[in-house]
């Protein structure tokens, strides 16, 4: 499943630069796929675009963002469960459009 930003989140930007998909943005930023914008998910803090986190896998063995979050911000998302094969998948779906 993808991972989500709880309302402890201080906007420290450090879990930003250990996405690997790019999938954190900014409170009130509008975040992208494929060329279209999508109205932002959160305008109160740092937030997570859920079709962009593929929880890491294809990169990293678990979620990079969750252990740098000093405010245990990061969790879990049970609105976006996700088997491995699909993590898998949406991982593959990524590079394709993000010519990698
Ligand atoms: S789990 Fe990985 S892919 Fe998902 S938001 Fe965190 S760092 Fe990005
Ligand atoms: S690391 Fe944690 S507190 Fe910092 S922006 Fe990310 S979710 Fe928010």
């Known amino acids: 499943m993808a991972v989500r930003i709880t309302d402890e989140c201080i906007d420290c930007s450090a879990c930003e630069v250990e996405c690997p998909n790019d999938a954190i943005y900014s409170a009130g930023e509008p975040w992208e796929l494929d060329g279209e914008e999508h109205a932002a998910i959160s305008d109160e803090h740092t937030y997570i675009a ?13 979620p ?17 469960e996700e088997t491995q094969e699909e993590l898998q998948a949406k991982k593959a779906k990524l590079d394709e459009i993000l010519g990698r």
């Open 64 to 80: 990079q963002c969750i252990p740098v979050c000093p405010s245990e911000a990061i969790e879990k998302d049970p609105d976006h």
């Open 50 to 62: 859920p079709d962009r986190c593929t929880e890491c896998v294809g990169f990293h063995d678990e």
